[in-house]
C-alpha cells in the first residue's frame, strides 16, 4: 500500500487499506494500517486517536515500522514527533540516506524541523560507509 501512496495513488491506497483492515483482527498490522490510512487522508484527530501502545512499542523497535510512523507523523503536521520516528528508524539501521533526505515525499514536513540536517548527516556518512 505504500509504494501506491507513494506513487501518487493515494486514493487507491487507501481503499486497499480500509480493505484490509475491514477484512482483519485487531492486530499490530491493523494498528499500523489504520493509523497510516488516517495519516495519508490528512485526518490529525483520528491518526492520534488511533495510537495505542502496542502500536508505539512495536513499531518502535523496528527500523522499518519506526519510518512508517514518521512518515504519518510528518504527514498530519506532527513534524517534531515525526523526527523523533526517523530518528528511531535510523537509530535501527534505516540509512537510505537519499531517501530520506529528498525522496520521500510524505517526510517535507520534517525536513524543516531543527535537528533534521543533523540526523542526515549522520545518516549520510552511515550511508557512505556502508559496504556489502
Known amino acids: 500500500m505504500r509504494s501506491l501512496a507513494l506513487c501518487g495513488r493515494t486514493e487507491e491506497a487507501i481503499a486497499r487499506l480500509q480493505a484490509m483492515l475491514a477484512s482483519g483482527e485487531p492486530s499490530f498490522f491493523t494498528q499500523l ?3 497510516y ?16 501502545e502496542e502500536l508505539t512499542s512495536t513499531a518502535r523497535a523496528d527500523m522499518n515500522y ?7 507523523f510528518s504527514l498530519i503536521g506532527e513534524n517534531q514527533t515525526a523526527l523523533e520516528w ?5 537509530e535501527h539501521g534505516f540509512i537510505n540516506y537519499p ?14 524541523e531543527p535537528g533534521f540536517g543533523d540526523l542526515m548527516e549522520k545518516t549520510r556518512t552511515q ?3 556502508f559496504e556489502v
Open 86 to 90: 526517523l530518528t528511531s528508524a535510523v
Open 66 to 72: 519506526a519510518w512508517i510512523m514518521a512518515q504519518g
Open 99 to 112: 531517501l530520506l533526505h529528498h525522496l520521500d515525499p510524505f517526510l517535507e514536513g520534517v525536513r524543516r
Open 37 to 52: 490510512a488516517f495519516a495519508l487522508q490528512r485526518d490529525h484527530d483520528s491518526a492520534l486517536g488511533s495510537i495505542t
Open 127 to 129: 550511508w557512505e560507509a
Open 33 to 35: 494500517g489504520t493509523f
